[in-house]
């Protein structure tokens, strides 16, 4: 037999079966149940994330800054974190201050957060002149990896939300600097 022969079956067979899904319906909870189904309370049912309140650290002491030899594409920057300043919150924040120093030393400096699962940041604060400048209910934001951003993308991806190193306190992180352990 041919192939073609197959082909009128077809048509008339589909549509009546697509039609009798159709009707069939859903099938109720309760004979979910009796069939050995789940009850909605071994479901896990979607949370909503809610970001817990941070008071800012102290100003940064150059005392305490840490080189984290990461460039800026294109740019003059030097990236300093500020190591008292890093903390994982109870709601899975990374929070941080990092310093850019372009070669002229003025200080940028910015309060920020990362979270992990969502590769997102936000910035809290930014210095001026030994102070916290609170940029209140900043949006979080996409981290992306270019320019003057690229600090961003290095620390979540290589030393604050590496998927090799899950759940790693403060000190696991500044030691990960130290280490080198992400060159070859």
């Given at each position: 037999?041919?192939?073609?022969?197959?082909?009128?079956?077809?048509?008339?067979?589909l549509p009546g079966a697509a039609l009798l899904c159709c009707m069939a319906g859903p099938v109720p909870a309760a004979d979910d149940e009796e069939l050995g189904g789940w009850s909605d309370e071994y479901i896990e049912?979607?949370?909503?994330?809610?970001?817990?309140d941070a008071a800012l650290p102290a100003y940064p002491q150059q005392r305490d800054l840490?080189?984290?030899?990461?460039?800026?594409?294109?740019?003059?920057?030097?990236?300093?974190?500020?190591?008292?300043?890093?903390?994982?919150?109870?709601?899975?924040?990374?929070?941080?201050?990092?310093?850019?120093?372009?070669p002229s030393g003025v200080w940028n400096v910015s309060n920020e957060g990362l979270r992990c699962g969502e590769k997102q940041y936000r910035r809290y604060a930014y210095g001026?002149?030994?102070?916290?400048?609170?940029?209140?209910?900043?949006?979080?934001?996409?981290v992306r990896g270019s320019g003057a951003n690229r600090y961003r993308r290095i620390l979540y991806e290589e030393y604050f939300c590496n998927p090799m190193r899950p759940g790693?306190?403060?000190?696991?992180?500044i030691d990960s600097f130290s280490e080198n352990w992400h060159e070859m």
């Open positions: 037999m041919k192939s073609d022969q197959y082909t009128p079956w077809l048509r008339v067979t049912q979607p949370h909503s994330w809610t970001e817990l840490l080189d984290l030899g990461i460039g800026s594409d294109g740019m003059q920057y030097t990236v300093y974190l500020d190591k008292p300043s890093l903390v994982r919150g109870k709601d899975g924040v990374v929070r941080y201050t990092v310093v850019l120093m372009p001026i002149d030994g102070k916290w400048q609170v940029m209140n209910h900043s949006p979080w934001q996409a790693q306190g403060v000190r696991e992180m």
